[in-house]
T-cell receptor
Framework: NAGVTQTPKFQVLKTGQSMTLQCAQD?????MYWYRQDPGMGLRLIYY???????DKGEVPNGYNVSRLNKREFSLRLESAAPSQTSVYFC?????????????FGPGTRLTVL | AQSVSQHNHHVILSEAASLELGCNYS??????LFWYVQYPGQHLQLLLK??????LVKGIKGFEAEFIKSKFSFNLRKPSVQWSDTAEYFC???????????FGPGTRLSVLP
């Protein structure tokens, strides 16, 4: 039981490049989330998915797109990376609805945009 | 808009000292409250949570938190910290209506051996 896994762990991009962050969970959870963590700002929700096939915007969705491919996988795409997107990105999942249940976090992806 | 504040950015304690980390939120309705911890190099994990009932909740590793509704607070406590408690601690709040789930900015705890 691996929990929540994320790939890659580290990534460096140039401004304007695109990339997809992958997330998978093996706990049969319904809800999945993408957060970014910046110093002094805690975690801010980018997008979440309450169930397969549904996604909703969080606090900071601009510049990102997501895809809930199936119940296990939830990917985050940066179409045209900007230096302001330099951050640590965390994927999380929970059995129940958003905020009504414990969230389980992945190890994070450290992204640097030059 | 709902916001969550944590009183201290960085707390430094010696082993065996008592710990209290403050957390306040701005929303007055019914809320779910969480404390998460991030140990160095590890991912976030749940310490404890409060949904309803006894306002004093106990979590893992000897941590506890008290919900004081009148003060909009959910402070984290531990009677005697250990070096292994060195980590970053995040308070998080979810109101029962709407989609807002907000993390505080975090408090970094350093415990000196």
């Amino acid at each position: 039981n691996a929990g929540v896994t994320q790939t890659p762990k580290f990534q460096v991009l140039k401004t304007g490049q695109s990339m997809t962050l992958q997330c998978a969970q093996d706990m049969n959870h319904n809800s999945m989330y993408w957060y970014r963590q910046d110093p002094g700002m805690g975690l801010r929700l980018i997008y979440y998915s309450a169930s397969e096939g549904t996604t909703d915007k969080g606090e900071v969705p601009n510049g990102y797109n997501v895809s809930r491919l199936n119940k296990r996988e939830f990917s985050l795409r940066l179409e045209s990376a900007a230096p302001s997107q330099t951050s640590v990105y965390f994927c999380a999942s929970s059995p129940g609805p958003y905020g009504a249940d414990t969230q389980y976090f992945g190890p994070g992806t450290r992204l640097t945009v030059l | 808009a709902q916001s969550v504040s944590q009183h201290n950015h960085h707390v430094i304690l010696s082993e065996a000292a008592s710990l209290e980390l403050g957390c306040n939120y701005s929303y007055g309705g019914t809320v779910n409250l969480f404390w998460y911890v991030q140990y160095p190099g590890q991912h976030l994990q749940l310490l404890l949570k409060y949904f309803s009932g006894d306002p004093l909740v106990k979590g893992i590793k000897g941590f506890e938190a008290e919900f004081i509704k009148s003060k909009f607070s959910f402070n984290l406590r531990k009677p005697s910290v250990q070096w292994s408690d060195t980590a970053e601690y995040f308070c998080a709040v979810k109101r029962n209506y709407g989609q807002n789930f907000v993390f505080g900015p975090g408090t970094r705890l350093s415990v000196l051996p």
